[in-house]
């Protein structure tokens, strides 16, 4: 079986930042394997398109552009907020949150979750940075499919891989 639209797909593999000899940034190995649902829209759809038609045992390598990954950095995404967002009721601001480099969680216009760095802060504002972690960068993948199979009927529903445990990833 080859990998397709809603297979489960069982696979290794490294990501490293800037090409074959960057620095290791994630892995899962034949222990820890990554195991996922295809083309249903959680992965980065260039990725997606690297490894469709594999089968187990084939290898791969690929390098993905800012443009085909998480995006190129916008100073568009760089948001200043009135520092009264982070202060509590009192009007104090718990000295842990306000810390360069740390990421805090805000609320988009849409409601959704958006994950921001922050940068700096004074008495009136906080300065955050809501660009995607990896944005600007090239990714260089490599790894190998382990296994490809149909999913079970509770899968196909959920559109996501369900451990043998039930717990839906």
Request: charged share 25%; hydrophobic share 40%; no cysteine.
């Amino acid at each position: 079986m080859t990998i397709d639209d809603h297979t489960i797909v069982t696979l290794t593999y490294e990501v490293r930042d800037g090409g074959e000899s960057g620095p290791l940034m994630e892995r899962m190995d034949v222990n820890y394997p990554f195991k996922f649902m295809f083309g249903v829209g959680k992965m980065l759809p260039a990725w997606e398109r690297r490894i469709f038609g594999l089968k187990p045992g084939t290898g791969f390598a690929f390098k993905l552009g800012p443009e085909d990954a998480y995006g190129l950095a916008s100073k568009d995404h760089i948001l200043t907020m009135p520092i009264r967002y982070f202060q509590d009721a009192n009007g104090a601001v718990d000295p842990t949150l306000l810390v360069a480099g740390q990421f805090v969680t805000l609320s988009g216009s849409d409601g959704k979750p958006v994950n921001a760095k922050i940068l700096k802060w004074d008495d009136d504002n906080v300065t955050l940075d809501a660009n995607h972690a990896l944005a600007g960068k090239t990714l260089f993948f490599s790894g190998a499919v382990l296994e490809v199979r149909e999913p079970t009927v509770d899968e196909l529903v959920q559109k996501r891989f369900i451990a043998e445990d039930g717990v839906r990833r």
